[in-house]
């Protein structure tokens, strides 16, 4: 495995009772970049961020998380889930959840106090949701409730930052903001890796992809890895292409696992 | 056949076999449909409705209380529905707010206003199978028993309703895919099913209360699902095992001098440890 | 009598905040019918009838129900509902066994234990308070110790433990709490209707409020008065069980709220 890379896995295969989820996923992403993780649904992509925080047990194959396990580092990531993984309707402002990405920091027995707070308030400044700081989270758009989120991923001054879908069914203010805050945050040497759910907008946000179905087709700067043929074997169904070899795109820097 | 009828082991023991499985019937259907604890919100609400039908007509048994009581255990499913339909409660605490509320509701009313009649609130939670040879009405020249004849009204209603409608109602309930666009599922088999639910229930108040209903309902529902693919093959052995469980409790029940009820219910278990010894034996093999 | 529906009321309604909002109100409702084993078996234990047997019995056996759901959803795949439903049932046609088994035995003790079916508040002695009470410190402390791990295990789970929140451990914990949230009111008001002031308070609480800590103090308050409201009401009328008394109350409280609370009651969005 890499090191010195963000997230490197190898050979990693993680299963679910009707089938794998994973399977050989050997991956490695370089720390600075603005990655994003693609795939057709069901291709594992949320598994493989769960895979990644060990979140689940891989049935075969090692996983590095930031050089070390995931267990030792996780707590330097700022994970942000999908929105659908939380009842909204907890009784909270947007204040408060922000303030719950600190309770790591302040221990199981200390109460947040208002240095706690305004931390969290700067955080939701920065994203664009200071003035709806108080507003209960069951009122806010899927948009605003996104932001939130990264908020609270960005109160904890992470090294990586670990997200799941973070732009899909988000308003287009919402959709600005969360790409200036994580183009800031590479700015500032972070590592940025997003599963993200529109091809369209790919090259626009990001600048490091990995294409995955089950198994991972190809990984690499976007410019060179985005191919037709990548895409048409990630997506493209059950039909296997022949096998590239590894010599067309090694000029590319380009790295691509053979279709099975 | 009237000695027959005139034998309490006999009677008691019919009783139960005709709960029991009136009871797996329509709690096999819930179960595969994901919706087993509506079975514990119908049973409770039913109290509700004997209680006003009480208050109002004055009557204890009958036709009218049947009506009262069964309208009374889908007005519960309803209200239910309904409050969680709001969006200000989630379907579990709304499942917990309104049927212990309606429960808690009818016991009061009996045991402020009907004392001194047969149904109460110790009845009405445990049942009284011992004594249900007691009550007789006459039919055909002979004497019977009124609680097991009208289970049996009941339980033929059942299997009737279920095996014309089994597969509208458990559509997708066995493929993997569809099986996760399970809950609400309006319409009028639906509908139907919800009152044969509150009726079953109802008519198991006398033997067996409306807890011990539940596990009539439940547990061999549960240990059928682990064995069966099919819905007729889930009925048929929840059917099975919960009239075994039946046949075996009373002789046991009488010997330990126990309830009669409790110890056919308990022995519910012993068909689901069955099936999940069987059926986890068969995933590591 | 007072001091124990006091006691008993705020420790539930307020420890049934967690339950509510982790969808949890069919397992306390599954801890309650299936705790009449354990109240039966602490009593035959003990040999006589001693509250802190009976309680520590109800919590057992509750518990066990409870785990013998999880085992059937996680190993066995069963759904959740008929899961919990096998608890409720099993748990407690194996209270109503053991219940008859000591109804049959010479010897008065077991009246007080068909109380725990419907709850009789007036039968608190002067001792079952101090034992209440100290299940109430214990309750409510721990909730209030580990306010903010409960809080981030309860809104987000997955992230918590991403976060390296030990939510396996707080899981088991609230697990815990909401069995003695259970249990600590049996006695007044028994197996069939406890789980109704779990849930109740913690509804009409979440009506109210805007914070997890207000909707916790709420739901204790709000249990507390329905507990207490219930208890003197049953306490005037001979023969009338205070388990029914004490949910029709705290259901009232709940409808109230559900109609008229602001936070999100109908008024507000009018």
Known sequence: MVTGAAVATAGLSVDYGDGPALRDVSLTVPAGVIGAVVGPNGAGKSTLVKAVLGLVAPAAGRVALLGDRPQRTRHRVGYVPQRSSVDWDFPADARDVVTMGLYRELGPFRRPGRAERERALAALETVGMGHLARRQIGRLSGGQQQRVFLARA??????????????????????????????AERARGKTVLAVHHDLGTLRDYFDWVALLNVTLRAQGPIDAALTDEVLADTYGGRVPLPPRGPARAAGAGLEVAPAR | MQPLLDDVAFVVTATGVLTAAAAALVGSVLVVRGQAMLTD?????????????????????????????????????????????????????????????????????LSLFARDVHVDTHTVLLGEIGFVWLERVPLLGLEVPRAPLVLLGVLVLDAL??????????????DPVHARLQGLRPGAASLGLLVLVALTA????????????????????????????????????????ASAAAVAGYPLAVSLDVSIGGTMALLTAVPLAAASAWRLARSSA | MAAGAVLLGVTSGALGTFAVLRRQSLVGDVMAHAALPGVVGGYLLAGERSLPAMLAGALVTGLVAAGLAWVLTHRLK??????????????????VVLLSYVQR?????????????????????????????????????????????????TFDPVWARARGHRVALLDAGLTGLLAVAVVIGLQAVGVVL???????????????????????????????????????????????????VVVLVASAVAGLALLLGPERGRAAEA
């Open chain 1, 154 to 183: 960005l109160v904890q001054d992470p090294e990586l930052y670990l997200l799941d879908e973070p732009l899909a069914g988000v308003d287009a203010a919402s959709e600005a903001a969360i790409l200036a805050v994580l183009r």
């Open chain 2, 41 to 109: 919100a119908v049973s409770h609400g039913v109290v509700f409705g004997i209680a006003a039908t009480f208050l109002v007509t004055g009557a204890v048994s009958g036709p009218v209380q049947l009506l009262g009581a069964t309208a009374a255990g889908v007005l519960t499913v309803v209200l239910t529905q309904a409050l969680a339909g709001s969006g200000r409660v989630r379907r579990d605490a709304a499942t917990g707010l309104v049927f212990p509320a309606l429960f808690a509701a009818g016991v009061l009313v």
């Open chain 2, 161 to 174: 309703y279920v095996l014309a409608f089994h597969e509208r109602l458990v559509a997708g309930s066995f």
């Open chain 2, 202 to 241: 109802v008519a198991a108040l006398d033997a067996v209360g409306v807890v011990l209903f539940v596990a009539f309902a439940i547990v061999p529902a549960v240990a059928a699902r682990l064995v069966a693919g099919s819905m007729v093959g889930v009925i048929a052995v929840a059917v099975a095992a």
């Open chain 3, 78 to 95: 069963v759904k959740s509902e008929a899961a919990l439903g096998t608890g409720l049932g099993l748990g407690f046609a194996l209270g």
């Open chain 3, 105 to 153: 035995q010479p010897g008065a003790g077991s009246a007080g234990l068909e109380s725990f079916l419907y709850g009789q508040a007036a039968a608190t002695l002067r001792a079952d308070v101090l034992v209440l009470a100290g299940v109430a410190v214990v309750g409510l402390g721990v909730a209030t110790l580990l306010f903010g791990e409960l809080k981030v295990a």
């Open chain 3, 194 to 244: 406890m789980s109704a002031l779990v849930v109740a308070p913690a509804v009409a609480a979440r009506q109210l409020t805007r914070s997890l800590g207000a909707m916790f103090w709420t739901a204790g308050a709000l249990g507390g008065a329905s507990a207490l409201a219930g208890a003197l009401l049953s306490a005037a009328t001979p023969g009338l069980a205070t388990g029914p």
